[in-house]
């Protein structure tokens, strides 16, 4: 295999693990975690088989603890470490309205405070980014001053960036929709990159890839990222319709390759890119664990069969116009079945050959099932 | 007023009156409903200020009592009677994965009887239609067998529709994603039909506004399943992305207008037309019982400015292929601003000229307010 | 290979081989044939290589022909057939606003005495169906009577209906949008259901690929229509956005695998099954011979991975609902590479083992070139 | 009426009085003009009915003359003058691959030349504005290098902004989609936004209200845009599905309002604030003069509403969070009638109260339909 997969790694995130819903229904599941620990066990679990997770997100307050430090050294005995700090303003009554843009400077205030909070949460676990996404925004032509609440957030973003360590990011996520309807305050990539862009270098883009229109080129995004130097990190997962939050790839896996390919293309997977390819998905009727490890495995498959792309040929026949014959080569690789070479160059690392029946064949789920009983599941808390 | 304005009528859904939220979060609201009782309350106060909502629908469990005949006259207490009654298979565990479709037979023969459960509770308050909207679907290709879905579908709405009573009718929902998001079992219109036309005469379509693809025209289905026979109500919202349930009309009123346009072409608002006209939408964060209000007027004043459509003259154009002129008789309509002839219309039937502020000063939100402390506010229960 | 591969047959289009464009531009090509016959001759040359395109589709009147005998003869020599008789009601004047659905019942009659042609051509012709797509519509809310004209459209297509001969169908086409932007009388499946449903058993519906609004899970539309006994043919394409006509296959190869998958699932490949598999594709920039090359092995390599599918296991998972264990199921056959197998499938057969390069190094291409100098190279004709 | 109103001007385009179709057919229309003169002759007319329309946009080559100066001066004696200068990249054989993205240099080169050829084209005729508009993109996934196009454009973009004089300025527009149907080069305001940001303070967007994603809140650009000062023009025009190029406001009005009130809302409105309106649309079905008087009176009725609103009431009930009372006070404007208002503003000014009314009794058409016969109806020349 192409050595520059030895550079993938993905991050978990610790809500996966987590009970998740639609508005209609939130299905409980024999065996979720209760606890941040566990959920930090079943992450620490999916790297086990994966190899490719070293990492785990924490959602602040889901994720709530006393003591971070030891939170960092009890995931770091499980084989994992504590990555991205993720900030939550839209489960608080105080925000029903807004937070970052909100017209009461009070709620703003208290919404910052929230991020300042954040951050020294990440001094304490020695992660990078923070990722800010906001649930910003109105369900009614007039109920908000759109340009208002773009220059209060301007200025929120503004009072929290400058307590950004120099080691540490701010990545800036935008969605198109949802949970507001009419109107969110950061929609597009463009909105974002402009935040960022006055913001400072340690602020950068958070691309979700269920957070677009329908019908958008989600690569093209990606590729101007990059080369505007402004991508920080990804949320994968896939999506039909709307915001599914379904393992990334199952609905268009030529997407995700596609994607990857831009990703690889722009040096995203170089060492020290500084892009942070991240899980952020929600496992509402499936088993959360071979959920992850299946996601795990797409980016991975994908990423290894753009790496087969012959970019020389490709090239010469994207120079010469050859329509028909760019894609072609394009496709082959896509094409391609990877499998079984990826089989062995997990063998090689020591790692199993077959992750899903590895995990299946563990154990690991009966042992929680009976272990994890009593208590409250843990679930995004609404 | 054009006559056939008194044939209006707009079935107000309980369920308006309890909280709804995002998967993000359910705020609450002071006086909020906790009782069926206390949202027929609030429904009789929309009535009583527009004069057009002379009908609550019921949710079955949500709305579930001892005794339905005493609720009934609890309604007509109030000045308003009890419509149709919705069934519910989204919200018990044994539904995750299915209910009318599941491939067990134990969990299809559950949720037949919620349905039979369902007719009887409409042979106690005299409702005429049992809605059936299904969270049916898969999340995942592969992960059902879709013509086997259908399959069991069709006989599941037989074994229920055969208790269906010579005065009663069941309608058929369909909704585009949403809980599920690979495939829902009834997706479109074309599926609703085929199904209802299979049952029989008294089982007819369910159009809900917010349930279709982006840039789907509405009008123009309305227009079909009136030409078919087959529709039977409709569940009135408004979305800009999804199925956002707001306000009918706040996110497009020409399409309301247009919408409303077919419904008269077609008679639906004749007497006896047999189209029920109904809200279903969801107030997160705006007031419920003014949300309502609000919705209602906007059917009606929608409703009147197509009833200002100079048919005559609009045939003429259409028949000449004038396509500016067509469409400009169309506009005129429009853009004609109904409200103050409506105001003298409402005085002449001793209702409020302007209800949004009636009701603001009638003090009956006060009143909830300070008496609906404590207990539990309604709420979709998930 | 599964047995069933043998029984796929995939239908050319005529104007596959002419130019096409956009309403920007239309680009000409060397070597684009100019005549019916250079239309047939570069079919067949698609046949040759693939051994899968036995027949081609006429459209009317771009491929009017004095003797329809001789054309026949002329396809036969060249080891193809002539297959459905499209009809064209949207490149005359009198059709500027409608054919079938026109106010003018001139018009209309007009547009009916050309499919009644169509029928005689394919009297002669031998050919099967007649595929009916409508550019009927209207571009602005009010510019035509929605409901008067789906009527007319019924009796026009009665009045066509009538004169199907007892071994020959009509199929109808439906579309979302285009060239009409704010209505076609056509424009869902459940529109095209309903009439030819009205019709007789030998109208059927059309499916072509790129006509749907965005997000619409074709393939249940595909297992629906099987379900009733009505889905009469397809016109393949793909498209990322509108109706781009792209190479089948191109934009989402896994669509085109779950499509297929269910082709098979609902007995669409069955020996005398009644769905007809045809190409509709516009070649604006792309080589076109080529194009039609890969479009063929497009389907056929993913029909081929659909038959892969384990369906007894599919089957077990469905049953026991374990949502990633039948995903994966279907998965596996989605991500095997079957080109090699299919390499040899070919060359069993006395086919190329891998078409596109037999073709490119047929010399056929430089033929054309060469000898196709002068004339008019055919195109849409608009 | 607000005296802001009286600020409003509203460009024309040339092509907008020649022919245009779809793919699919270009119908021709009596009286259509024949050459660049006609065209203008007919812009005239729209200004002269409404006293909104000053300006005529020229499309190079479609209206490539000899004598710019010349030019100029017939437009002024017909009481208009020349506007944008818009160029065109998508209709010469050598762009069939792409123009200031081409992998080719000696195509990047000629696609740069006429641009340098526009800029002569606004010296002569003192034009502020060089549109550029591009069609560059590709088809298939892997036909070309994303980002490599992307660097290609900023260069050629450099070339051509160097000699953009100190009084001009260049406007870049987006779009989603078509002709290219995988990825356009400048897809989204974002990519348009990095460009010009990059080029210098003369360059700015171009908004085109059709070249947008599905559900896209094309407000909420215009908010940003207008805050982060790159806003320089617009393209009315209004879509259901793709770009359809209908009359401005036909498909929603409302949409037209909100838009309309955050380019007053940001100051777009004032006197010298560099935002100019233009229509871009194509008359395929309708009459193409009343077509663009009906565009111009669409604009100034969604803005005489848009300026209704009392938004002093708004900022409180949005500083309230109050989500009723802040829509109410904005729907309120857009119920209003203002056509009774505009049509005596019209008379004080000396303008037909009914510009529609008085176009069709000037006679102009009959004259033109007359006079014109002969020679080549105007077209994209396609």
Known sequence: ??????????????????????????????????????KIADAAMVHKMTGLAPRVALHIPWDTVD???????????HG????????NTFQDDDYKFGSLTHTDKAVRQKAIDHHLHCIEVMNET?????????????????QGDIRGRQDRLAESLAAIYQHIGPQQRMVLEYKFFEPAMYMTDVPDWGTSYAHVSALGERAMVCLDTGHHAPGTNIEFIVAQ???????GSFDFNSRFYADDDLIVGAADPFQLFRIMFEVVRGGGLDANSGVALMLDQCHNIEAKIPGQIRSVLNVLEMTARALLVDTDALAAAQEASDVLGANAIFMDAFYTDVRPQ????????????????????????????AARVGGTQSSWGA
């Open 67 to 77: 003591d971070y430090a030891a939170l960092s050294a009890y995931a770091h005995e």
């Open 225 to 231: 990222l990059l080369r505007l130097g402004r991508l």
């Open 126 to 142: 020695g992660s990078r980014d923070l990722k800010v996404w906001l649930a910003d925004g109105t369900n009614y032509p007039g």
């Open 1 to 38: 295999m192409n050595p520059i997969l030895d550079n993938l790694e993905i991050e978990l995130p610790s809500w996966a693990f987590g009970n998740s819903g639609t508005r209609f229904k939130v299905f409980g599941t024999p065996g979720t975690a209760r606890t941040v620990q566990e």
């Open 342 to 369: 990826l089989a062995q160059w997990r063998t090689e690392r020591g790692l199993p050959a077959d992750p899903m029946t590895a995990f299946a064949e563990s154990g690991y789920q009966d042992t929680i099932n």
């Open 80 to 87: 994992v470490e504590l990555g991205t700090i993720n900030s």
